[in-house]
């Protein structure tokens, strides 16, 4: 079973690469939802603050707590653990955001959390993971019914990592599920293959965009069985959709502002490595906006659930 195949690892670093040449240019450095509390005019800094809060408040995180974070983006949540007086260990799989990191003081690994050290087993009293699971399964990979497991093998990761004299032991993600799970050989497809703007469509921009094969609702209770328990769940739906029309909003302002032109410049060597990827992330995003489609709606195709796990000992 591969786990992480070069492919994927190239879409999403692609993706975050061509994030980072576009997205800090908005004020947006790091790409989480924010909570709203059923405010849409609450500013997004404010939003993404209280994301912030939430997540380390749901872990205990407080002076002395070793956190790692999974995805650890550009390290603005690790920052946040910083300034609690905790410790906190990042791992990312973009080169680019290894360097701003350190830039910014920040203990940050280029790392899969596949491949992690076993010098590291034990470690963390706790375990953040804000946003990057929906990037652990493609649909390649689901198709071959390996979903599953690879979903236990990250709990299992996660259980190794976590030190089983600590008294917190939890982890917190947030994770984008499929409301109705689509056949994954479909979104192996190219896009145009399916009616402009149907779900299938609209499913493989994604995938093609940004990697990634969603879990459903109990998929990943199932696979965290007999090695964590699942404490709380809280549906943040809307306050992604809320978040990505703010993204789009932004991302629009900044296309037509005087230095889009030198923003574009930035990005021409991820775009000469990957230029169809390239192409298809500014359609999704500009074009079909495939990425909020997911979210809108009275019954939208995609959920985001905020779940926190209490480490289970095991004989």
């Given at each position: 079973m591969e786990l992480a195949s070069p492919d994927t690892v190239r879409r999403v670093v692609t993706c975050y690469s061509v994030f980072d040449k576009y997205f800090p240019t908005t004020g947006l450095l790091d790409y989480t939802e924010g909570i709203y509390n059923d405010d849409p005019s609450t500013p997004y800094e404010q939003a993404k603050s209280n994301q912030f809060d939430y997540l380390l408040d749901q872990i205990e995180c407080g002076p002395g707590v070793r956190v790692l974070e999974v995805g650890c983006g550009n390290g603005s949540l690790l920052e946040r653990i910083r300034e609690r007086?905790?410790?906190?260990?990042?791992?990312?799989?973009?080169?680019?955001?290894?360097?701003?990191?350190?830039?910014?003081?920040?203990?940050?690994?280029?790392?899969?959390?596949?491949?992690?050290?076993?010098?590291?087993?034990?470690?963390?009293?706790?375990?953040?993971a804000n946003g990057p699971i929906e990037h652990f399964v493609q649909p390649d990979q689901a198709a071959e019914g390996?979903?599953?497991?690879?979903?236990?093998?990250?709990?299992?990761?996660?259980?190794?990592?976590?030190?089983?004299?600590?008294?917190?032991?939890?982890?917190?993600?947030?994770?984008?599920?499929?409301?109705?799970?689509?056949?994954?050989?479909?979104?192996?497809?190219?896009?145009?293959?399916?009616?402009?703007?149907?779900?299938?469509?609209?499913?493989?921009?994604?995938?093609?965009?940004?990697?990634?094969?969603?879990?459903?609702?109990?998929?990943?209770e199932q696979a965290a069985s007999g090695r964590f328990d699942l404490i709380r769940e809280v549906d943040g739906t809307m306050d992604y959709f809320y978040t990505?029309?703010?993204?789009?909003?932004?991302?629009?302002?900044?296309?037509?502002?005087?230095?889009?032109?030198?923003?574009?410049?930035?990005?021409?060597?991820?775009?000469?490595?990957?230029?169809?990827?390239?192409?298809t992330m500014f359609a999704c995003m500009l074009v079909s906006r495939s990425w909020n489609w997911q979210f809108r709606g009275s019954n939208p195709p995609a959920k985001l659930w905020r779940q926190t796990w209490q480490y289970l000992p095991t004989a």
């Amino acid at each position: 079973m591969e786990l992480a195949s070069p492919d994927t690892v190239r879409r999403v670093v692609t993706c975050y690469s061509v994030f980072d040449k576009y997205f800090p240019t908005t004020g947006l450095l790091d790409y989480t939802e924010g909570i709203y509390n059923d405010d849409p005019s609450t500013p997004y800094e404010q939003a993404k603050s209280n994301q912030f809060d939430y997540l380390l408040d749901q872990i205990e995180c407080g002076p002395g707590v070793r956190v790692l974070e999974v995805g650890c983006g550009n390290g603005s949540l690790l920052e946040r653990i910083r300034e609690r007086g905790a410790t906190g260990v990042g791992i990312t799989i973009t080169p680019d955001q290894v360097r701003v990191c350190s830039e910014r003081g920040l203990d940050v690994r280029l790392m899969d959390i596949f491949d992690m050290d076993p010098a590291l087993h034990g470690s963390f009293d706790a375990i953040v993971a804000n946003g990057p699971i929906e990037h652990f399964v493609q649909p390649d990979q689901a198709a071959e019914g390996q979903q599953d497991a690879i979903y236990g093998r990250m709990f299992d990761i996660f259980h190794r990592l976590l030190d089983p004299s600590s008294g917190i032991r939890k982890v917190v993600n947030t994770t984008v599920h499929f409301a109705q799970r689509p056949e994954p050989q479909d979104l192996m497809r190219n896009p145009l293959a399916w009616r402009p703007m149907s779900d299938n469509f609209h499913y493989c921009m994604l995938v093609h965009s940004f990697g990634g094969y969603y879990p459903i609702d109990g998929q990943l209770e199932q696979a965290a069985s007999g090695r964590f328990d699942l404490i709380r769940e809280v549906d943040g739906t809307m306050d992604y959709f809320y978040t990505s029309e703010e993204w789009l909003r932004r991302i629009r302002l900044a296309l037509i502002s005087p230095t889009a032109m030198r923003i574009a410049a930035r990005s021409i060597p991820v775009m000469l490595r990957q230029p169809m990827q390239y192409i298809t992330m500014f359609a999704c995003m500009l074009v079909s906006r495939s990425w909020n489609w997911q979210f809108r709606g009275s019954n939208p195709p995609a959920k985001l659930w905020r779940q926190t796990w209490q480490y289970l000992p095991t004989a």
